[in-house]
């Protein structure tokens, strides 16, 4: 009889443990994307002991926050030079080429391929999940389409008030690029599921710092009186940083407040490289700017706080924009299988490895494509075709981060090589064929 009780004892506390196993909660996501932050716009050296891979102006204490608490990757990419196919390409964890959202254009009609969005693969592996999207939009069809349960709508760029293209004129605002009332409505959502008990994804999308300039009044004067730097000058470029600083500074804030650090993964990056148009040495050490595949049009500022990632950590390895899909997909530990379609591949095993390892994608390397022109990054190489004119460009990164020493020709082997694999993507994915979905003789 003893021996009867003990044995159902152990299989009580057996289901017991095994059913708290099963309840425990998928951890939250929040996802911070800004809108043409370069690379070096933060007071976050980019590469450990290169100072001119951090702004000599620019002062961010609260990037500087999730880079002390969790990991910064340095060799980061967003998936295009320009918004909108970054966002797309995000969402779905698919190049903008596969997608055929190559242009801001691409925005106007469905992509090419019906795949799930990020929310919609978190959600078929815990229904439980809530997920809000506040900020700018820049995508096809509604958020709530897309599997968002609030959103501001499908906003665009005029909704956060892109005055003009001269980024020499500013305007005072009590809410710049509406980082304010984004943030308003992002805390509250947070709390709103902190007391419900329920997992969340949340992107907050900024418009900063996009297009004309507008800060604080207060924040504006602040940076007028400061020295300006031999990189960066601007201030009303300083004052916007910062005023996007303190956006993320609530975030930040309110997660340690509500005691939920240890379940809630947070992600910061920009949906592409920085602005050279008026300020041509904007991105130094990186060569050109926003809407250029050299690095300074791709290579972002990339954080990742959360648990399992060791503070104060740095990554070489390349990582994309549309890996998040796959790394989110991961880390809720989902039984599901990706899209065949996703192209991306998952950051888990680096993240939880002091920044060390490799991410697995379909094929090996990072492309690009827009219209006639590709790219591969393969490791720190990196080849550059130019299809109207046929010309190959080949960079060693690590050697020569500002891309001034073309190897093409001193290393014909390694440039065929890489061009080989760069075509057979191109040709696989159609890379430069018409969309099905876009409107007669419109190109992607």
């Known amino acids: 009889m003893l021996k009867f009780f003990v044995r159902l004892s152990f299989i009580v506390c057996f289901a017991l443990i095994a059913g708290l196993a099963e309840a425990k909660q998928p951890p939250n996501i929040i996802l911070i994307l800004t809108d043409d932050q370069g690379w ?29 608490a969790g990991m910064t990757f340095s060799q980061a990419y967003s998936p295009h030079p320009v918004c909108g196919p970054s966002r797309h390409s995000i969402q779905l964890g698919i190049s903008p080429a596969k997608l055929k959202k190559t242009t801001n254009q691409g925005a106007n009609f469905p992509e090419a391929i ?11 592996a815990h229904p439980e999940y809530v997920a809000a999207h506040f900020g700018k939009w820049h995508m096809y069809g509604h958020p709530a389409e897309r599997g968002y349960d609030a959103s501001d709508g499908q906003t665009n760029n005029r909704t956060g008030r892109q005055i003009t293209t001269d980024q020499t004129k500013f305007w005072p605002h009590e809410d710049p690029k ?50 300006p730097g031999q990189v960066h000058t601007a201030y009303w470029y300083a004052a916007m940083l910062d005023d996007l600083d303190q956006a993320l500074g609530r975030i930040i804030n309110v997660v340690e407040e509500l005691g939920i650090q240890e379940t809630t993964y947070i992600i910061f990056t920009s949906d592409n490289g920085g602005t050279a148009r008026q300020f041509p040495d904007f991105n130094k050490p990186l060569r050109a700017g926003k809407g250029s595949y050299y690095e300074g049009g791709i290579r972002v500022p ?39 379609e996703v192209e991306g591949g998952s950051l888990k095993s680096i993240l939880m490895n002091q920044g060390r390892g490799s991410v697995e994608r379909p094929r090996e390397g ?6 006639v022109d590709g790219v591969l990054i393969e490791n720190n190489l990196k080849l550059i075709r130019t299809h109207k004119t046929g010309k190959l460009e080949l960079y060693d990164l690590a050697e020569d981060l500002s891309e001034t020493n073309d190897l093409a020709d001193a290393q014909p082997q390694v440039r065929d090589r890489l061009y080989a694999q760069l075509k057979d993507w191109m040709d696989a994915n159609d890379v430069l064929g018409p969309s099905p979905h876009a409107p007669r003789g419109k190109r992607q």
């Open 40 to 68: 070096n716009n933060t007071q976050v050296a980019m590469i450990p002991g290169r100072e001119d891979t951090k702004s000599d102006f620019y002062q961010t204490p609260n990037m500087q926050r999730l880079a002390d």
């Open 302 to 340: 990339f954080f990742a706080v959360g648990p399992g990632i060791a503070s104060g950590t740095y990554s070489d390895v390349p990582i994309i924009g549309y890996d998040l899909l796959p790394t989110f997909h991961e880390l809720i530990e989902s039984s599901k299988s990706l899209p065949v």
């Open 178 to 227: 509406r980082a304010v009332s984004i943030t308003d409505d992002s805390v509250e959502f947070i709390k709103h599921q902190v007391h419900a008990e329920n997992p969340f994804y949340l992107q907050i999308s900024h418009y900063f710092i996009h297009l004309s300039a507008e800060a604080k009044v207060e924040t504006l004067e602040k940076h007028k009186q400061r020295k």
């Open 114 to 124: 019906d795949s799930p969005t990020i929310p919609q693969v978190l959600k078929a």
């Open 366 to 371: 990072i492309y690009f494509s827009r219209q």
